[in-house]
């Protein structure tokens, strides 16, 4: 399966392909965003399963190769108030945007005024106009205040027609992609995803009524084209009446609740969360995952010897719950160490203490058996002969 999510920025673009990556399993494939055409070649020997997101306009070459290939194509639409108060955030921190026409809304003298009012009138239009492009073809159109409002239902529909996902991937995929479960999945330090901690904001709607005030950009933002169609045709206008939505509460399909840590003060990683709603037994055997004390506790078993493995042979490396269930998670670690019940188990025990502690952010409370276990293996070495 295939997916592009080809859609204006700043409109929910990490937040979908984080959902639909979680639903459908599927690699997420970079893409720099500076790139004005898709890179049909890089995608092309990127195999059959793969989703992307991306900021480019349709053009005839691309158009067909998406119809030829069979690819999902879905656009994210946001309140255009909201955009442009989502932009002005982004380019003041992101150190990827130095060419960026948006950074004159970031002007802070005399001249702020009219800085913003040229971007809005000379660059906003083509901003807005990637995901209105992509609809007028055809492409699935995802509304941000759709999602905020009841992710399961959009996402329901949205799978829908394209494959059909079980209401507990639905599920996983929903608790796994709210904001403050995203951000723990960062590491700004490493750098091991494709965004910062700060892209995310917090997911809202309606911020432009504070950010936004009475003056020439909100005049030409209601009055002037493109924006009044636009406006039309995405359903929004700039009436301060309106009510924002309200965001949907995920606690009551959160097995962890909103903790994050467990009650030993650990703290509780997206990648435990997962390796729980995948197990189907998960909910009947730890009703209260976020409890650490106690035999039987799902803390205690994502550090216990993995039976899966063979775990906690006398003389070789241990391998935990905790590092299986990853493993199962990662094909390409697979691939890299086939047998970890044998020939491999040392080089994988290795890889989790080094990259996936760092790449999961995982506390080193997980670490802790496995190097006790490296230190057991140690050879005792006889004093050295003359």
Known sequence: MKIAILSTPKTGNVWLSTLLTEAYGLPRVPVDPSLRFLPIDMLESSGENWLIY???????????WLRRTGVHVVSTVRHPGDVLVSLRHYVSWSEHNADDPARALLVDHADAESAALRYVREHFPNVLGISASWIRLGASRVRYRDLLADPMGTMRTLTGRMQPVDERDLRRAVVLSQFHRMKAAVDPKQGLQPWSERHFRGGRTGDWRDEIGEGPVLDVLRTEEPFVTLLEAMGYTFDRDQPPVEPFSCAA??????EVTFDNGVRICPVMIRAYMLDPEAERRWPDPVAASGAGSYYEWLNAPAAAADGGRAGEALLTNLAVAIYRMRPDVQAAYADIAGAHRLAFAWWFVTYAMAEY???????APIQASFARLAPRLGPAGG
């Open 54 to 64: 991306a900021h480019v306009y349709p053009d005839d070459r691309t158009v067909e």
């Open 253 to 258: 399909i959160d097995p962890f609740g909103a």
């Open 361 to 367: 952010r995982l506390p080193p409370e997980f670490a």
